[in-house]
């Protein structure tokens, strides 16, 4: 059974999709950007975009009682991959207390909505 997903914890989509999808045991994060759901405008700077990304991503896991602990794999999108190590720390702190960090994949993209900086979309995996 397919159930989809939506926080009020978590930016409205950019269009007609979910924010995110759950199948079973799986769940499927949409692609999220730095906005900012209680204004609804996306954050300044590389380092808040990436930030706020990870708290939206946040949001919609524990609304749906996942945590980065379930996340299996990563896609992330950046716009300038010269942003790759400074990511990568942001990343690293952000999974500092997860046993087993997720598979990743990293790629650069000419574009992305609201001309963001990063879109991450996740997918978790919860026993039970």
Do not use: H
Not at 9 to 15: D, E, N, R
Not at 21 to 49: C, H, M, W, Y
């Amino acid at each position: 059974m397919k159930q989809g997903i939506f926080t009020d914890q978590a930016p409205k989509p950019v269009g007609p999709y979910s924010q995110a999808v759950k199948v079973g045991n799986f769940l499927f994060v949409a692609g999220q950007i730095g906005i900012d759901p209680k204004t609804g405008k996306l954050r300044e700077g590389f380092e808040e975009q990436v930030k706020q990304t990870f708290e939206n991503i946040s949001a919609i896991l524990s609304a749906c009682g996942y945590s980065w602990e379930d996340v299996v794999r990563v896609v992330v999108y950046l716009k300038d991959l010269s942003k790759f190590s400074d990511f990568n720390r942001l990343y690293q702190e952000l999974l500092k207390d997860v046993s087993v960090p997720p598979v990743r994949s990293t790629v650069e993209v000419s574009s992305l909505p609201l001309n963001a900086m990063v879109e991450i979309e996740v997918t978790a995996y919860k026993e039970g």
